[in-house]
């Protein structure tokens, strides 16, 4: 996948990250506001219907205090006159006063007289017997403290709901003592409360408390409604919301419902807010991408598609001459410019090789004419010195050899240079001036190097692919590492340091694993620490670190290693210090971590500027099988 669809990918999942977080956040945040807003909105409807009905009892209050405060009445509770009756308690005065029943009670408790009125028919009815009783057993109804006591408020009757006001009987000067109670009831009725609810404009209902088959949400509002939270709203679907409060009787006891119904014109305008806020995120975020996008491309996605098509170029043609540009004056400028430097060095140095490879190619084949022009007198001479002839035909084989490895060799000049040089070094082709000499030992050492670089390029890659396989076999820690000081101790000595191994005597004298991988471990971090050390020594050990693992550690008195580097020193192509000379590419660590992990074990680095570096590899312990006995072998015995 190429970088542009990554950028495209990459910023298209991030839009649709971002837009679905800001979605839930606003319906977290601004859709509970507006439902609280809602809420509030429809509670204060309620408590104005609350307020309204409050209101219609007292209005109904202050037309029976005309009656309560009235000598007529204060006299007639005690005489029972009939002209009363036929003169006051009349279809005009229950029309008149909208009233529809009249209960007297005399200061003994006793109905003196009751009646109730049918507007529609325009005749008498009786008093509803539950009233009757209700008086009976609730002396609040009847009986009165001082003058001014009074109770009005809503009665359950099986009727309906009764507007109640009972009021002390008084002189019409409004004193006492007091002679009884008057009583008016006026029914809620479905016409009364359709004209509540037009005089607020809403639309208003009485639901009894008790009722059965209640709606869910009605039953909600029931649980949420208590003494500390008197009101309570919920949504009934997504148009319309309603609103509740409990209405109490003489008892204090519940017996309805006051319900508002509102339309939810908050919850529409918010959602649609939401909806507002969201679209033009929606098009700020695209806006913005492809703006960054098109940035990007011009100013990164470009220069990196055109560098990433000269080095192709420069890999496909082999010209090393090649220029590199980036018109920029960023990191990719810098990049381009010193990938440019490093082509610029290595067409340098093929040049330098192909000059020394025909530098070689001359002398050996003057050396060859040389070689030709003493087996010609060897060959006159082949009676008269047999062993002379002897080391004609020795020459001639090394000529032939030399012949056949220069042949062969063509194919391979890195091995070919060293070969020459390795054998020009030894003086198999006469004596050398210092000044060769030390030419020599540079390009051998630049050969050495450049060869350590490609056989670390080659472990890299199969490691990288997965084609690198590890072969399993008996071997000896201690054969081992007494290899790795045979090769290695000449080199700590040519710089002073010693190199010491310890082996713990609790180790197992043989183990399974990949012995040369394994040597290529130990080799590679001690020839790292001879280079970094100056003075001191280094210290191998190996030791049992648990039942299943054993434990290798390498420490030096070398320079140390800073705290930020040590985290990168295993990545490839990376150095502590860049500016060091001769110290590799930056494979080697990388490859060791690499094999380390390829045989399930870890590396580990403990360092201090100053006062050097320790290495710690701790690898699976697996013991060999154990030799089958001579009676249970099945195979027959093969001897050498």
Same mark, same amino acid.
Not at 522 to 549: C, R, W, Y
């Given at each position: ?12 999942? #991030? ?9 839930? #956040? ?7 506001? $507006? ?13 104005? !219907? ?14 029976? *205090?005309?009656?309560?405060?009235? %000598? ?23 029309? %008149? ?16 007289? %009751?009646?109730?009125?049918?507007? /529609? ?17 609730? %002396? ?33 000067? @409004?004193?006492?003592?007091?002679? @009884? ?12 409360? !359709? ?31 208590? /003494? ?42 918010g959602q649609q807010t939401i909806s507002y806020f969201l679209l033009a995120l929606v098009l ?48 990719? !400028?810098?990049? !381009? ?5 490093? *082509? ?53 084989? $090394? ?7 220069? /042949?062969?060799?063509?194919?391979? +000049? ?15 082709? @006469? ?13 051998? #050492? ?6 350590? $670089? ?10 990288? /692919? ?8 008996? =071997?000896? +820690?201690?054969? &081992? ?6 090769? &290695? ?11 010491? =191994? ?36 280094? #210290? ?21 290693? +800073? ?22 590419? @930056? &494979? ?37 099988? +154990? ?10 015995? &093969?001897?050498?």
């Amino acid at each position: 996948m190429t970088l542009h669809k990554k950028t495209l990918l990459v910023t298209g999942l #991030t839009l649709l990250a971002l837009f679905g977080l800001l979605y839930l #956040t606003s319906q977290l945040i601004l859709s509970n506001s $507006f439902q609280q807003l809602e809420d509030q909105y429809t509670i204060q409807n309620v408590q104005r !219907a609350q307020n309204a009905l409050d209101n219609e009892i007292k209005a109904f209050k202050s037309i029976a *205090l005309g009656w309560s405060k009235w %000598d007529d009445v204060y006299h007639f509770v005690d005489d029972k006159n009939q002209a009363f009756i036929d003169s006051n308690i009349t279809a005009t005065a229950f029309t %008149d006063s909208d009233v529809d029943l009249m209960v007297f009670v005399d200061k003994y408790n006793r109905i003196v007289l %009751d009646r109730a009125f049918d507007k /529609s028919t325009g005749e008498a009815i009786p008093v509803s017997p539950a009233l009757k009783t209700l008086i009976n057993q609730h %002396d609040m109804l009847v009986n009165y403290g001082d003058v001014t006591s009074e109770w009005a408020g809503l009665l359950k009757l099986p009727q309906g709901y009764l507007m109640t006001v009972s009021l002390p009987i008084l002189t019409s000067l @409004g004193e006492g003592p007091i002679n @009884g109670a008057l009583i008016w009831g006026r029914y809620l009725n479905t016409e009364r409360i !359709a004209q509540l609810s037009d005089a607020l404009d809403l639309n208003v209902k009485l639901v009894g408390y008790y009722d059965l088959n209640l709606p869910q949400a009605v039953l909600t509002a029931k649980q949420n409604l208590t /003494s500390d939270h008197p009101f309570f709203a919920i949504p009934e679907n997504a148009a319309r919301i309603a609103g509740y409060t409990v209405i109490h009787d003489l008892d204090g006891k519940p017996i309805a419902l006051l319900r508002v119904e509102l339309p939810r014109t908050i919850y529409a305008q918010g959602q649609q807010t939401i909806s507002y806020f969201l679209l033009a995120l929606v098009l700020i975020g695209i806006t913005y991408s492809v703006v960054n996008f098109i940035h990007l491309d011009r100013s990164v996605l470009r220069w990196l598609s055109a560098l990433s098509a000269a080095v192709t170029q420069v890999r496909t043609t082999g010209n090393l001459k090649l220029p590199i540009n980036i018109p920029s004056h960023d990191e990719l !400028a810098n990049l !381009a410019a010193g990938l440019q430097s490093m *082509l610029d060095a290595l067409a340098v140095s093929r040049n330098q090789l192909q000059a020394a490879n025909a530098e070689l190619e001359q002398r050996v084949q003057a050396r060859t004419t040389d070689l030709t022009k003493a087996i010609a007198l060897l060959q006159v001479e082949v009676t008269e010195r047999q062993q002379a002839q002897e080391r004609a035909l020795e020459a001639s084989r $090394f000529k032939s050899q030399i012949l056949a490895n220069v /042949s062969h060799d063509s194919r391979a +000049p890195l091995s070919t240079i060293m070969l020459y040089v390795e054998s020009m070094q030894r003086g198999y082709y @006469g004596p050398i001036t210092d000044k060769q000499a030390a030419r020599l030992e540079g390009v051998m #050492t630049s050969a050495t190097q450049l060869l350590s $670089f490609i056989n670390n390029l080659l472990d890299e890659a199969q490691l990288n /692919s997965g084609s690198l396989k590890l072969n399993s076999a008996p =071997f000896s +820690p201690d054969h &081992l590492l007494r290899d790795v000081g045979f090769v &290695l101790t000449p080199q700590a000595e040519r710089k002073g340091l010693t190199l010491a =191994f310890e082996i713990d005597p609790t180790l197992p004298a043989s183990i399974m694993g990949d012995a040369e991988r394994l040597k290529q471990v130990v080799l590679n971090l001690i020839d790292n620490a001879i280079k970094f050390t100056d003075q001191g020594g280094i #210290t191998v050990s190996a030791m049992p670190h648990t039942e299943t693992e054993f434990m290798l550690t390498i420490a030096d008195t070398g320079r140390g290693i +800073p705290a930020e580097a040590q985290s990168r020193i295993f990545d490839a192509f990376w150095q502590v210090d860049g500016k060091v000379k001769g110290h590799g590419v @930056g &494979l080697g660590l990388s490859i060791v971590k690499q094999i380390i992990t390829l045989m399930g074990g870890t590396i580990d680095v403990t360092s201090e500027l100053g006062h050097g570096t320790t290495f710690t590899v701790i690898l699976p312990l697996r013991l060999p099988p +154990p030799p089958q006995s001579v009676e249970r072998a099945s195979a027959p015995t &093969l001897t050498a």
